[in-house]
């Protein structure tokens, strides 16, 4: 079966990278017995690195369901239960004084009544924080980190609530009852025991190397910022496709019976819906412990796994068939900075792994057409004008949205920029990018601010957001949703 996937994923990734402006795409594809992969494309445009089914890369989300595995361990052991406040598994006083009522499960299901879904960036130069000062740091704050923390860090529990901050406070339960480390735990408990030989988790132990990230706008790329984050429970592995695969490979054993991380009846629990969930993939979808859902009425076509992002470079999507005996992971190294969420029925990773599942069931196209050689036009050449508008969105989203207080590598990231379209960069203006990048810090985190900001660029740069691929004639700062929707 997976012959034939992998033949088509072949000749069709290289277009798919393409079209979607990627500069490398990955995927693993594996039954309970195989594993296969592809990949396309660079993993550093600079240094012409290709990208590689076993390059390294930050895997955001996917963090979550490996300490929702670390945490399922301990439940096995007696350590815990699903329905155990969160309290008597954590330092007495962790949460604050007089915290909401919340079980361990509720914070695997992101019901644990938290704002905070951002990974909470630092220039990784920043020493290391130990998760568990970290979650009682940010308690005693009090304050979500999105713009400067404008809107409080807890709700009330109960209502879907993505956060990997709540994630984060679920890795700070591992950390206790293990006694150790949640970093050396996980690494031994679940990297280790499935063969995952180049993963780690990012407090302060990842070696360098690996894919470049790619902020984009249509074609031209720049190198993201580099940013660690302190929330690593909940966004911090560094893994590659084949890597994760290997993951998802030991749980397909498992939900045929097999034990491996977790017993069968385990990882049942995990898919078990306990939330409804906003949707990007057109049907229901809900939420299961460190796990989303597809609807299970879907019957055969069912699947469970995670979207994940990495700001502002990277994209992965991951799904397990187990009535298929299938899994798929893709990862690819751009972040398309005119829509501010890239969905998987618009990214190159998405679509790879959509393509495989169905076409492990559909068998694959007798023929797909073949690259005509010719470069991809995705967007508008660079202006000194539309460079600045680049540094003001970088500089919002970095310095406003993560709250990143220190200045970004600016001449770093201009050296590496790189279009995939067209050799000649033509008007692209370093020294406007620099200045638009300060413009939106001088005024971070402060959301009024940048939204003046946002609005004194005009309709010049709306039209351009469009001409990148934008949904909407908007500048695509998202202020509205991280400093006043409530979200839930």
């Known amino acids: 079966m997976l012959d034939d996937v992998m033949t088509a994923l072949g000749t069709v990734l290289p277009r798919l990278a393409a079209v979607t402006g990627t500069p490398g795409v990955a995927v693993a594809v594996a039954t309970s017995d195989e594993l296969r992969t592809a990949a396309t494309g660079f993993a550093d445009l600079a240094a012409g690195t290709p990208m590689t089914a076993e390059t390294v890369a930050p895997a955001g989300s996917l963090t979550k369901p490996v300490t929702g595995l670390a945490f399922m361990q301990l439940v096995e052991a007696g350590e815990a239960g699903l329905d155990t406040p969160v309290d008597q598994v954590l330092p007495v006083g962790l949460r604050g004084p007089d915290p909401a009522p919340v079980t361990t499960a509720m914070l695997a299901a992101h019901q644990g009544g938290y704002y905070s879904d951002i990974v909470t960036a630092v220039a990784p130069t920043t020493p290391a924080e130990p998760i568990l000062d970290y979650v009682r740091r940010r308690h005693e704050a009090g304050r979500a980190v999105e713009y400067g923390g404008v809107l409080p860090l807890v709700t009330a529990p109960g209502p879907y609530s993505y956060s990997s901050f709540g994630v984060g406070v679920l890795g700070g339960v591992v950390e206790h009852l293990a006694g150790e480390p949640y970093g050396a735990r996980v690494h031994r408990e ?231 379209g067209d050799p000649d960069p033509g008007g692209w203006d370093p020294e406007a990018f620099a200045r638009g990048v300060e413009q939106a810090r001088a005024v971070a985190p402060d959301p009024a601010a940048l939204e003046v900001l946002g609005r004194e660029l005009g309709p010049a740069a709306a039209l351009w957001m469009l001409e990148c691929g934008a949904s909407s004639a908007e500048v695509t700062m998202p202020v509205g949703f991280y400093a006043r929707a409530p979200r839930g």
Not at 230 to 236: E, I, K, N, R, T
Not at 300 to 324: K, L, M, N, Q, S
């Open 190 to 420: 679940v990297f280790t025991a499935t063969g995952m030989r180049d993963t780690t988790i990012d407090d302060g132990t990842r070696a360098a190397g690996g894919a470049t990230g790619y902020l984009a706008f249509g074609d031209w790329c720049l190198p993201s910022p580099p940013l660690r984050t302190s929330a690593y429970p909940g966004v911090g592995m560094h893994t590659s496709a084949a890597d994760f695969a290997r993951l998802l490979q030991s749980l397909l054993r498992t939900a045929r019976g097999d034990r491996g991380l977790v017993g069968p009846d385990s990882l049942a629990a995990m898919v078990e819906p306990r939330a409804p969930r906003p949707s990007p993939h057109g049907v229901r979808s809900f939420s299961g412990l460190t796990l989303e859902l597809a609807d299970p009425d879907l019957g055969e076509d069912w699947w469970w796994g995670h979207t994940a992002a990495f700001p502002w470079g990277f994209w992965w999507e991951a799904r397990v068939w187990p009535h298929r005996d299938l899994a798929a992971v893709a990862v690819g190294n751009r972040w398309d900075m005119a829509r501010f969420h890239n969905p998987a029925s618009r990214s190159a990773p998405g679509l790879a792994v959509e393509w495989a599942g169905r076409w492990a069931v559909s068998g694959a196209p007798a023929k797909l057409p073949d690259m005509d050689g010719r470069p991809r036009w995705t967007g508008p050449r660079p202006t000194a004008e539309s460079s600045r508008w680049m540094g003001v969105l970088i500089g919002e989203r970095t310095h406003g949205l993560l709250g990143v207080a220190e200045p970004l590598p600016v001449a770093r990231m201009t050296d590496g920029a790189r279009s995939l």
